[in-house]
């Protein structure tokens, strides 16, 4: 067993129990936690990869930002309520799908050939992925400016939208 | 160093070494917080001509605060009835491990350091954010109104003080070229980034003083408003643990500054024969003077003047200066 090994494991354990704990738990905020706890192991598995920048932003960007922006809708909207729990045969048909999409995926990867591996990918890493953004895929980069943008358009649009209602409903 | 013993070849004896690096880096943090809460309380009290804590260990107060710790560790520990238990007792935790995680990355002299990261200061971002969670998780536990609108205020603090923070140093990453903060640091031989980007000094330590949670941007623990915010329902070592994250990050953030403004353990020309330690303290110790010198200088935001300066001037200020940055790089680089 290497060390590498070892904490493939270790991570893996980490990502998977966060899984299934949000699955399993019934409150959401548990829930939330729990998805932390995948994002983070998630994180770990980037690093194994030679992949830090992405796993610095992943915790930034998932673990930080968006759960954080989850939390905040959940606390606004319900409080102490929990989850009703599913029925048997709804949790059969989701379980055979499970395995169907297992056997499915499991015939396709066995025989997948990755070619040889990338090893020089931890250098200047940060580097590395700013240039190729700006040189080879930098019409899509700029497209997802776009699309954000858009986005942010639009929840000034909604924002705004709803001041006038109250203030229509204050002098009504 | 550190980088000597990454190099070795693995044994038990080398990852006793690094646990016992790891606990006397505890140590000089836990020593630091000790004493500087009692700076706080002394220089608040010179600063509003009070004399301060002068009662335990002689005049100055030397024992004051770990005659206070003591107390803490000896009282009861309460954990409400309509508090969600596990939650409750793992909100601390969460909240103080990433304030001690972010230490890793913070070169502090030349020799001592412990994490070369590439990415060192989006790490240090990155993982100072996920106490933002602990901060949430507790007032969400402890099923009080008072707590939950803290943790709620923490939050929305943390988020909209992270962008101006980040946006802040950009200017620095781009005239360094690289994320690491040894490199920062290597950068700053001549010139510390604080006469090149001030603006982006201004910009950070007012961000940093709002993500440290302190007087003025005090919010989520405003003692006049909300009983003592996110932690009202917490007491003993668990309160203490969230006391401990909040001073931990008071050094981390006071180094920061440090090693991306001040030059880290970099002396100033001519004075080379001083070590980098000194240097290192001085700097360092100046930052936490300032901090606590805002503290007892400027009055509590409201919330809402809190988010519109966030958003509306700091952020403004941050993206003007690395416009500004980016032109001067430009033009040094066509001529």
Known sequence: ?172 | MIQNMLESTPSYLQTGGFFLVGVAMLMVVLGFVTYAILAERKVLGFMQLRHGPNRVGGRFGLLQTVADILKLLLKEDTIPRDADRPLFIIAPVIAFAPAFLVIAVLPLTERISFANIGVGLLYYIAISGITTIGILAGGWASNNKYALLGSMRSAAQMISYEIPLVMSVIGIVLLTGSLNLNDIIAEQQSVAFLFKQPLAFFIFLIASVAELNRTPFDLPEAESELVAGYHVEYSGFRWAFFMLAEYVYLFAMASLTTILFLGGWQAIPYLTFIPGAVWFGLKFISVVFVMIWIRATFPRLRADQLMSFGWKVLLPLALLNIFLTTIVIELFRSF
């Open chain 1, 1 to 172: 067993m290497t060390g590498e090994l070892l904490v493939f494991i270790v991570l893996f354990l980490i990502t998977i129990t966060g899984g299934l704990l949000m699955l399993n738990l019934t409150k959401v905020i548990h829930m939330m936690m729990a998805l932390v706890l995948t994002f983070l192991g998630i994180a770990g598995f980037y690093i194994m990869l030679s992949a830090e920048f992405v796993a610095v932003v992943q915790i930034l960007i998932y673990s930080g930002a968006i759960t954080i922006i989850m939390l905040f809708g959940i606390m606004l909207t319900k409080h102490t309520e929990a989850e009703p729990k599913t029925g048997w045969a709804k949790k059969g048909v989701v379980f055979t799908g499970i395995v169907l999409f297992f056997l499915i995926m499991f015939k396709g990867i066995r025989t997948i050939s990755l070619g040889p591996q990338a090893d020089d990918l931890h250098v200047n890493n940060t580097e590395q992925i700013g240039i190729m953004l700006y040189t080879d895929y930098v019409i899509p980069f700029e497209l997802v400016s776009v699309v954000l943008l858009v986005a942010l358009v639009g929840a000034v649009v909604l924002a705004k939208k709803d001041e006038k209602d109250e203030k229509e409903g204050e002098q009504s």
